[in-house]
């Protein structure tokens, strides 16, 4: 592999989601490997105390840079954490051979450029049943639980445990600080997230019974009451019913974080090759309290890594996200 292939790689790697699009990756090519490492210098604190999502976002960028080795036509063998004495080196992937790239692999490597996390409203219409099977499919290949959230119970209960979390969240000043260091007025800003990237409105007063991160909290303008923008005789505007799915696997560590990563990954790419949107809807999982009453209340066995709204995208679509260039998080051996 050459530089210019390798730099192909990590582009398609570093456009992976990552949590407050703080992209805590760096990357090194030596010949035909490539080893994948987590920058804790870009963790997050408060929100993110034991770096979980730290971890799972970089098995997203492990899983990106697989596919688009595959859809250049090479084999290769992945090793998560080949490391013992050094555990931020979370991956390497050797290529190992030459082959024809199928056609599958070319489908999920366009869907990468093409995915985006998309917060604003779904259409109402359902998600097919065989697409969830089949995102389902993908994510147990890796081992990894696909849950679909549909029954009412569970579904009251995960919403709650969504909205709480939100509410500690935004009585948590140290939260509060973090979030406010990673939002970007700038729209040519290289990393954090874009305020044009989410809803401009306050997310509690929106017709849905998911209530998506408010990025904006503690800097909306206080005298303009929840709603005041709506017309009183405007008809009411159509209840979003997202798709929910929660990802899960039986162990809590760096490992399988990392495969929870690399299963959204996949999840991601097939979702976005069937014309679906995705936002990840993770404060419930944020805080040891409400993921471990998530864990109770929806008796489940093992542990839930991420929690996925997913639907099809409306007309008015969120604008992608920047990265920082490559030559900012790829060396040469
Ligand atoms: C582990 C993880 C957790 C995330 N949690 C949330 C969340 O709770 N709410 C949200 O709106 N976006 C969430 N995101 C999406 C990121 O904010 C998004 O990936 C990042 O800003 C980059 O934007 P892009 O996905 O559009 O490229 C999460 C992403 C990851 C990988």
Redesign the pocket.
Known sequence: MDQQEWTRVVEAAT???????TQPWSFTADGDRLVVRTDPSRALHALDRSGR?RI??CG?AVEFAAVALAAAGADVDLELLPDPADPDVLAAVTVTGRREPDERARTLDSAIAA?????APFLSRAVPGEVVDRLQATAGDLRVWFKPITESEEEVATAFLVSRAEEIEQREPEYLAELQQWMRTDPAAVDG?PVD??PAGDPSTRPSNWL??D?VVGSRSADRPAGSDLDPDAPPPPVERPTVVLMGTDGDDREAWLTA?RA?GRVLLEATAAGLAA?????AL?WPATRTQLRSRLRLVGYPQ?LLRLGYPSGDR?P??NRRPVSDVLTFG
């Open positions: 456009r992976a989601p990552s949590i407050h699009n999502q799972v976002s997203v995915r985006h996390t998309e917060r997230i990237a989410v998506v991160r990025f990563g959204l936002s990840p809807l993770t404060q944020d991420m969120t992608p996200t």
